[in-house]
């Protein structure tokens, strides 16, 4: 049996990733990771910790998938599995880098001097997020209001894409296996999924039908079936 970590993305607290770990089959025990640290190495820590010795498989959304990628690349032997939703191995070219550091620092600042309630607000406007019905925004709500504006600075500071380094050239070499997930109408994120699939020798990609950049919450049931399905896989290997 494994235990799954589950990683929320930016602005998220743990209890994002409820609806799936709520259906999870009980034959796997799961850990929903709320952090409390705000910058990219605090959140880190905060990952290993949780995960603990015991093989657990990582399951990161967004910018947590992106800590969970860092995190297997970091200490594979820590870990059986990894799951990533709507996330990347990180910006490539420089310049793309470059432009999206700007536009975080810009953010950032902003984020700063603003009252929570209007960062929460311009935050749900993004187009990312277009798909989402106007309920499942408001069920958010909460979760994204319980941070300050210093913290989510500090985190699009240190875990920003445009701060991170791309590691797509580490996941040949990455023994850990992979499934890559991202709703069929994220197609940036798909197209990501693909790319890290195809790199990984363990990897898969998974498209799931119906869903935005926030699968997790518009069709929950889908991801799980295919996080059960990979988790299966990996007790098969270990026979």
Do not use: K
Request: net charge negative; proline share 5%.
């Amino acid at each position: 049996m494994f235990t799954v970590v589950f990683v929320p993305g930016f602005m998220q607290r743990g209890d994002a990733w409820t609806p799936v770990a709520d259906l999870l089959s009980q034959r796997y025990s799961s850990v929903l990771v709320d952090h409390r640290e705000h910058d990219r190495e605090g959140r880190l820590r905060e990952i290993a910790e949780a995960a603990g010795e015991g093989g657990a498989v990582l399951c990161g959304y967004s910018l947590g998938g992106r800590l969970s990628l860092e995190a297997v690349l970091r200490e594979p032997a820590r870990y059986r599995g990894l799951v990533t939703l709507g996330s990347s191995a990180g910006l490539q070219p420089e310049a793309d880098r470059d432009a999206r550091t700007n536009a975080d620092e810009q953010l950032a600042s902003w984020m700063e001097r603003s009252p929570i309630e209007e960062v929460v607000y311009v935050w749900e406007r993004q187009p990312l997020f277009a798909d989402q019905s106007e309920q499942l925004i408001a069920d958010q709500r909460p979760g994204r209001s319980s941070f300050s504006g210093a913290e989510l600075a500090r985190l699009l500071r240190s875990a920003g894409q445009g701060v991170t380094e791309p590691v797509w050239h580490h996941l040949p070499a990455l023994e850990v296996p992979l499934l890559a997930m991202a709703g069929s109408r994220d197609e940036r994120y798909l197209a990501a999924a693909r790319r890290m699939a195809d790199l990984v020798p363990n990897g898969r990609a998974e498209a799931i039908e119906g869903a935005g950049h926030a699968a997790q919450l518009q069709r929950p049931d889908a991801v799980v079936a295919r996080i059960e399905r990979f988790l299966g896989e990996l007790e098969q290997r270990l026979d």
